[in-house]
């Protein structure tokens, strides 16, 4: 079975569901800061506020939220990738130190497992998978936490104490917690933030890890019919 084929059937939806989806938010949030129909007339109001900024966030929290589901998607079709590789391409079981692994997370399971029936050290390959890794904790992070208040999701202390800079995380917000001392508890940790261009280099290196592995079963397979 080609898994490599229908993992990249997932990722080339991904980016087209963001664009699609995110066209709209965006749509929404520039005819209100330019004053366009339907947002041409505001109510009147003594609050204070800008017209229609109620509107406004609701888009821009409507672009986060779609990003999010995105990398859980991306995040999903990761691992119904790497299960058909053991169920069905290559054929393995996960050996005692592997199942010891999935206790951190399925990722360094299955780079451990994919090493040994690979027989590489992984030098050979141009993953990063620190990349493919934050995949993962940004998807947990996404559906696993939050406030009911509101959809804004942070970073984990164990995630601003491993990671130098996360990929999905505005650079100014990560600056603005720095310079505040960098706590990893503090209220203004920096937020879950999956930007597009985020977003699109987290795909490739999924893209990436199957070009590779697709690469290595071709020349395994190769070798194998040398050898006979």
């Known amino acids: 079975m080609d898994a490599t084929f229908f993992l990249k059937q997932r990722t080339a939806f991904i980016r087209i569901f963001y664009d699609t989806g995110v066209a709209g938010f965006e749509d929404t949030k520039q005819r209100i800061e330019a004053g366009e129909p ?69 990722v360094a399971a299955y780079r451990s497992a994919l090493g040994d029936v690979f027989d590489t050290d992984w030098s050979d390959c141009p993953v990063r998978f620190e990349v493919i890794e934050q995949i993962v904790l940004a998807r947990n992070q996404a559906q696993h936490s939050g406030d009911i208040t509101s959809f804004r999701l942070t970073h984990g202390p164990s995630t601003l104490r491993e990671l130098r800079q996360p990929i999905f995380v505005d650079p100014a917000d990560w600056q603005a917690w720095i310079d505040a001392g960098g706590d990893e508890r503090s209220f203004l940790a920096p937020s879950v933030k999956v930007s597009r261009d985020a977003l699109f280099e987290a795909i490739a290196e999924v893209d990436r890890l199957g070009d590779w592995v697709e690469a290595r079963i071709e020349h395994d397979w190769r070798r194998r019919g040398t050898a006979i």
């Open 38 to 106: 339907p947002y041409d007339n505001p109510p009147y109001s003594e609050d204070g506020e800008p017209p229609y900024v109620t509107e406004w966030i609701d888009a821009d929290t409507g672009r986060d939220v779609l990003s999010q589901a995105c990398v859980a998607l991306l995040s999903d079709s990761l691992k119904l990738y790497l299960n058909t590789l053991r169920l069905r391409t290559l054929r393995f079981e996960f050996e005692p130190p592997e199942k010891a692994l999935l206790k951190k997370g399925f």
